[in-house]
């Protein structure tokens, strides 16, 4: 079996809308999957201040600092792209992020109470003119930890949970090695 064989994951439909993100994913392992994808899908990389905001609204108060340091990372991204370190995302310049596949993973054991979600996704850039990106970012692999808490996901930091991070094969599409590292495909509720 490979990842591109098999059934897609669907995720859960937001049931809401706040800060720039979506809301109102239910508390099992779909419903953190969906967070994590909606979340990265949705989030400003490149826009400082709505990041802060989207970042506060979904980030665990236990996790100390990591809203600065997102921001912080924002901000060097945004100077090394020849921009202001603050501001919004270029006029006329639109992102669009796509996950493709995910790995996830209880920290909690069969409570799945803190969720490790690994996801392989791609990012294109439209110019204002409607012109393609000539190097979007394909292939790229990020996680986060998500951990149920006041009946929301919110993304942590925490050292208990960092520390049972674990680390996935590469992703491919046609990889029975993939499948079996538990890597599933994404699709959008319809």
């Not at 989207?54 to 990591?66: C, K, M, N, R, T």
């Not at 012109?131 to 930091?157: F, H, M």
């Not at 538990?182 to 319809?190: D, E, L, Y």
Request: charged fraction near 25%; avoid cysteine; aromatic fraction near 10%.
């Amino acid at each position: 079996m490979t990842p591109d064989r098999a059934r897609k994951l669907v995720l859960e439909k937001p049931t809401g809308q706040a800060d720039g993100l979506s809301t109102g994913f239910s508390k099992g392992p779909v419903g953190a999957i969906s967070a994590t994808v909606h979340f990265w899908e949705e989030y400003a990389f490149l826009d400082d201040r709505k990041a802060r905001q989207q970042l506060e609204a979904i980030v665990s108060p236990d996790a100390g600092g990591y809203v600065d340091e997102q921001v912080s990372e924002v901000r060097t991204l945004r100077e090394n792209a020849g921009l202001p370190p603050s501001g919004g995302t270029p006029a006329g310049i639109t992102f669009s992020t796509t996950v493709n596949a995910v790995r996830a993973t209880s920290l909690t054991g069969t409570e799945g109470k803190v969720v490790q979600v690994w996801m392989n996704y791609d990012r294109y850039a439209t110019q204002a003119d409607g012109s393609p990106d000539d190097e979007p970012l394909k292939d790229e692999t990020t996680d986060l930890l998500l951990k149920w808490q006041n009946g929301a996901w919110r993304i942590t930091n925490e050292p208990e949970y960092l520390e049972k991070r674990s680390f996935p094969r590469a992703y491919f599409p046609d990889s029975n090695v993939s499948w079996a590292d538990g890597w599933q495909q994404v699709r959008h509720a319809g």
